[in-house]
């Protein structure tokens, strides 16, 4: 599996993994704030990472491949919708801690991370491995957890 591709896989673990151990902390707020600044920390590391090593490879690529620019487009709005959301959720919790619909807010976020991560190891890794010249068989399967709620 391509390098690139191994690391973003894990980062996706590592991104799931926080966003988990948020919903067994809802009763410390001081270990909740903690931990969403932490999160929030390696998500938009992790998505500056994208940026900057996978989606100039895939718009190079897409010059060629009118399908590859269609899901690159769509991809990048919804993306900074979620990334909207995100911050949103970030800035509300680490200021104030974990109080009202907290847990109902945290499993919305966990959703919607998971649907734009899912998407990316669907699609786009698939196209980036392609790109690069990596079989399919090479290429392994998503990282990501079966459940959909914490």
Known sequence: MDKLIEELKNDHLMIFRL???LGGLADNPGSVRKLLLSARKRIM????????KLYPALR????RNKRLKEKLDKLADEMSSTTEE??????KYSKS???GNFIGELNAIYRLVKERLQKEELYIFTEYTEYKGISKSQAESSHLPSSTLL
């Open 97 to 99: 801690g974990p109080r």
């Open 45 to 52: 590391e992790h998505f500056r990472k994208e940026d900057k």
């Open 60 to 63: 190079k690529a897409s010059g």
């Open 19 to 21: 966003l988990s151990g």
């Open 86 to 91: 995100l911050d949103k959720f970030f800035k």
